[in-house]
């Protein structure tokens, strides 16, 4: 079976782990640091901080701002992981829920939220595909960027990230480069830099947490922070060619790039009525697809919300359908997939 998605390494990856287990460091050190330099200058960021999950860099970014009291609102998308909702839960905040657009999966109305009322708002670039970003002339909401899925994805010429208070990027074995597990805060505010190091330094007499990363993982991460641009160029050669087949056989509409950004084509998404059908043809020809986010897995759901108001998102996790684009397929059963799709009925 062709996986949806599995992690592209080799043997840099194994010398790398190598290396360092020789060297008898395997906590954080030398190369956690080296790989939050290098990480900041390919976003483009001042400051960038090294923890060992993304839930664990949303759950710092929450309390950093202040957001960590009953009471305080927190607005964030219904269509996204349940990470969110449980970094939400752990800081006692009161967790709102927005809908999205159905041509993006993105939260709508972003600029229409009370500033008055929310605290903050998490704002997930769903598989990559950005959101336009005005930051309030208000000192609140606070705005924590979800880049996830986003790392490679732009708007104009900015890395996602950037427009918001803090960015916050995920290296678990399914995103776009992978420390097996692994997260990463990104902020140009010095002072939020340097609360977030606080509070991952867990010697000092003061609340932290061992949220760190270590050695072995960011030994791993530099490895694949080289390779990205390769990752990013093989998912884009992949994405055209998809887009190809789709509008060959015109059978399928998709999730489609704005004009004034680019996407890392972290997932490749189509919509049809028919997804359950073409998911089980192409599991008959040795395909995984997958529904990216089921509509139990919806937050409203997961909260017991009532779901009229999140119609486009029950909508998309009902007609959505996921295949197959990590880096690894390029060479190696993605023509397989595109004579599938081509002899679909």
């Known amino acids: 079976m062709i996986p949806h998605n599995k992690p592209s ?37 001042e400051h960038a901080i090294a923890v060992n999950s993304g839930t664990a860099a949303l759950y710092i970014a929450l309390k950093i701002l202040g ?5 305080y609102n927190i607005y964030t998308s219904t269509y996204c992981c349940a990470a969110v909702i449980n970094a939400i839960r752990a800081t006692d905040g009161h967790c709102e829920l927005m809908d999205i657009d159905k041509s993006d999966f993105n939260i709508t109305n972003i600029d229409k939220i009370d500033h008055h009322e929310a605290h903050a708002v998490i704002v997930p670039h769903t598989f990559g ?16 960027e979800d880049c996830s899925q986003a790392l490679g994805s732009y708007i104009d010429s900015q890395h996602v990230g950037l427009r918001g208070d803090i960015g916050i990027f995920s290296f678990g074995p399914s995103k776009m480069i992978t420390t097996g597990s692994g997260g990463m805060l990104v902020t140009n505010n010095k002072n939020l830099a340097d609360k977030s190091r606080e509070f991952i330094d867990y010697d000092k007499h003061i609340p932290a947490f061992n949220f760190a990363m270590n ?31 789709i509008l060959d056989t015109q059978k399928y509409w998709m999730v489609q790039e704005s004009n004034f ?85």
């Not at 957001?67 to 009471?71: A, K, R, T, V």
Request: charged fraction near 25%; include cysteine; charge should be neutral.
């Open 67 to 71: 957001i960590d009291h009953q009471g």
């Open 215 to 245: 050695d072995i993982q960011a030994a791993m991460g530099l490895v694949q922070l080289k390779k990205l641009p390769e990752f990013l160029h093989k998912r884009e050669c992949m994405a055209r060619e998809y887009i190809k087949c």
């Open 261 to 345: 950004n680019k996407r890392n084509w972290c997932r490749f998404v189509i919509i049809d009525e028919c997804v359950q059908r073409l998911q089980r043809h192409l599991a008959d020809n040795g395909i995984t697809a997958i529904v990216p986010i089921e509509k139990h897995e919806l937050l409203h759901n997961t909260l017991g919300i009532d779901s009229s108001g999140y119609t486009n998102a029950e909508y998309v996790a009902t007609h959505s359908l996921s295949l197959p684009i990590y880096p690894d397929l390029y060479n190696n059963g993605f023509k397989k997939i595109l004579d599938a799709l081509r002899c679909f009925e």
């Open 129 to 144: 595909v950005p959101v336009e970003i005005k930051k309030s002339k208000y000192r609140r909401p606070y705005i924590i």
């Open 9 to 45: 390494l080799d043997n840099q990856e194994s010398e790398a782990i190598a290396e360092v287990i020789a060297s008898g460091w395997i906590a954080k050190g030398k190369k956690v640091a080296q790989f939050e330099r290098e990480f900041a200058e390919y976003v483009g960021t």
